[in-house]
Nanobody, 121 residues
Framework: QVQLVESGGGLVQPGGSLRLSCAAS????????MGWYRQAPGKQRELVAH???????RYAGSVKGRFTASRDNAKNTVYLQMNSLKPEDTAVYYC???????????????WGQGTQVTVSS
């Protein structure tokens, strides 16, 4: 069983930055790939970034060059650094534990509660 707790969301002006954290417990964190998803009102949940157990990352086109995923296995924590934020980045952000195969991220049914990110002036 994996428990995930996100933090770090909030209200930020366009062009600003936030860093989200996701703390994991109840498992050997280092064996999992981790994904960051977001869900805006009225839209489907989308994968914005994933990071493998070895630290390789992949990003959705809409965030590439602005968001950076990282992990600290000693702290059982994964991060999402978000820069140059845009109003369209407004969403609830979730972390997930999963696996990567052939470059594709597959989500296990382990989700945090989500953290709200609002980008507005």
């Amino acid at each position: 069983q994996v428990q995930l707790v996100e933090s770090g969301g909030g209200l930020v002006q366009p062009g600003g930055s936030l860093r989200l954290s996701c703390a994991a417990s109840g498992t050997i964190f280092s064996i999992y790939a981790m994904g960051w998803y977001r869900q805006a009102p009225g839209k489907q949940r989308e994968l914005v970034a994933h990071i493998t157990s070895g630290g390789s990352t992949r990003y959705a086109g809409s965030v590439k060059g602005r968001f950076t995923a990282s992990r600290d296995n000693a702290k059982n924590t994964v991060y999402l650094q978000m820069n140059s934020l845009k109003p369209e980045d407004t969403a609830v952000y979730y972390c997930n534990a999963g696996q990567v195969s052939g470059g594709t991220y597959y989500a296990y049914d382990y989700w945090g509660q989500g953290t709200q990110v609002t980008v507005s002036s």
